[in-house]
């Protein structure tokens, strides 16, 4: 099928670390993408990784890409509760005229203090 | 560096009006442009890639005539819901590229309330 699948929901305590993880279909993606939203807003690009990664750190985040498994996932060190919000996952697919990005369903993220 | 504004943030208006979204990058220009449309708890579903200076492409089940889109310059692409009923109610989001393997960065999204 077309999905990139995720967790829906993800509760964890301010401090810890959390991990969001995704599957996708298409080994043939080329980008991957974490997104986050905050109520009634946009999706703010937080980072991404090439298909020829395994992984990238940026400060407190941290992607990891099982491209054998499709599966990425996004960790979150020393969690705040201002990093609750949705976390889209999304692939980048090739296709005739260009590309199209499919996003996951999103995880809500839940921080509790 | 890539912002994308859209404008307005929310609208509320009568059914049968027309109503019309701007989509703007403040800093780059953006070959590619495109809208989308998310509903409550949901994923973003694609309605349409809009290339400057050409006509859009629209996913399979949207309606063209309904959801109008002019991308007239690299830097402002505009969606009209015409003559908007209320199941066209949603959030609407744009989003913008450089160039095809930049990641897409989004506005804020548009909250359309149709009465």
């Known amino acids: 099928g077309e999905d990139v699948e995720q967790s829906l929901f993800l509760s964890v305590r301010e401090g810890d670390s959390s991990v969001i993880n995704c599957t996708y279909t298409d080994s043939s993606s080329t980008y991957l993408y974490w997104y986050k939203q905050e109520p009634g807003a946009g999706l703010q690009l937080l980072t991404y990784?090439?298909?020829?990664?395994d992984m990238k750190q940026d400060q407190r985040l941290t992607v990891l890409l099982n491209k054998k498994d499709k599966h990425l996932s996004l960790r979150i060190a020393d969690t705040q509760t201002g990093d609750s919000a949705i976390y889209f996952c999304?692939?980048?697919?090739?296709?005739?005229?260009?590309?199209?990005?499919?996003f996951g369903a999103g995880t809500r993220l839940f921080v509790k203090a | 560096g890539a912002v994308v504004s859209q404008h307005p943030s929310w609208v509320i208006c009568k059914s049968g009006t027309s109503v019309k979204i701007e989509c703007r990058s403040l800093d780059f220009q953006a070959t590619t442009m495109f809208w989308y449309r998310q509903f409550p708890k949901q994923s973003l579903m694609l309605m349409a890639t809009?290339?400057?200076?050409?006509?859009?492409?629209?996913e399979q089940g949207v309606e063209k005539d309904k959801f109008l889109i002019n991308h007239a310059s690299l830097t402002l692409s505009t969606l009209t819901v015409t003559s908007a009923h209320p199941e066209d109610s949603s959030f609407y989001i744009c989003?913008?590229?450089?160039?095809?393997?930049?990641?897409?960065?989004f506005g804020d999204g548009t909250r359309l309330s149709i009465l």
């Open positions: 999304a692939e980048k697919r090739r296709r005739t005229g260009g590309f199209k990005t499919i």
């Open positions: 809009s290339n400057e200076g050409s006509k859009a492409t629209y």
């Open positions: 990784i090439f298909s020829n990664m």
């Open positions: 989003s913008a590229v450089t160039g095809g393997d930049q990641p897409q960065h």
